[in-house]
């Protein structure tokens, strides 16, 4: 049975910082690009950014290009997520997702395999 399982989301003042994690189970991770996707109260989702399997490749979205960062630990299938300089406008659910490309969809059956999500909200 495959699971994503997010964990790290909270409230956090603007200019702070979180980290995301992502277990992953019940699929080969490491052959997997791994994807942060969210989405915003009352909006879309939108892709955030992804790893390739082997851990060498990233890409960002050009809203959060700088300020996070997306890393993997095959040895303990997880994914992470390292968020800097936290705005308002990253308030969001926070979805983690497998996809045998690198794809940089806002469309949930775009990817092989999705998470529950954790709430991320950056307020003073």
């Known amino acids: 049975q495959v699971q994503l399982v997010e964990s790290g989301g909270g409230l956090v003042q603007p200019g702070g910082s979180l980290r995301l994690s992502c277990a992953a189970s019940?699929?080969?991770?490491?052959?997997?690009?791994m994807n942060w996707v969210r989405q915003a109260p009352g909006k879309g989702l939108e892709w955030v950014s992804h790893?390739?399997?082997?851990?060498?490749?990233?890409y960002y979205a050009d809203s959060v290009k700088g300020r996070f960062t997306i890393s993997r630990d095959n040895a303990k299938n997880t994914v992470y997520l390292q968020m800097n300089s936290l705005k308002p406008d990253d308030t969001a659910v926070y979805y983690c997702?497998?996809?045998?490309?690198?794809?940089?969809?806002?469309?949930?059956?775009?990817?092989?395999?999705w998470g529950r999500g954790t709430q991320v909200t950056v307020s003073s």
């Open positions: 997702a497998g996809s045998r490309l690198g794809l940089s969809s806002s469309r949930r059956d775009a990817y092989a395999y």
């Open positions: 790893i390739r399997g082997a851990g060498d490749t990233t």
């Open positions: 019940g699929f080969t991770f490491s052959v997997y690009w």
